[in-house]
Nanobody
């Protein structure tokens, strides 16, 4: 059974940092792209960042570029999202996803999803 499990969310003050983890099991994702998405209340799901399997540079949404970093440890079957300089507008449920059939920035293209972890940034 394929599972993606996010962890590391919580409440943090503006300007603070959090590190999210996405642990995978039941399938080897070392050779596929993985991504992070988020959804705030009453808003559409949006792309945050993604990392290819080939070791190339990750790519990011403009809203998080320079503040967030996506990385992965294929030996541990885990992807990370380091979030620095957090802002109240970063408050959302954060989801990891794996194995897109097309564009890694498009959520509808992903085959597998985690259940999400809440990130709340207070002002």
């Amino acid at each position: 059974q394929v599972q993606l499990v996010e962890s590391g969310g919580g409440l943090v003050q503006a300007g603070g940092s959090l590190r999210l983890s996405c642990a995978t099991s039941g399938h080897t994702f070392a050779n596929v792209a993985m991504g992070w998405f988020r959804q705030a209340p009453d808003k559409e799901r949006e792309f945050v960042g993604a990392h290819s399997w080939s070791g190339g540079n990750p790519w990011y949404a403009d809203s998080v570029k320079g503040r967030f970093t996506v990385s992965r440890d294929n030996a541990k079957n885990t992807m990370y999202l380091q979030m620095n300089s957090l802002k109240p507008e970063d408050t959302a449920v954060y989801y990891c996803a794996a194995d897109p059939i097309g564009d890694p920035s498009k959520g509808d293209d992903y085959r597998y999803w985690g259940q999400g972890t809440q990130v709340t940034v207070s002002s």
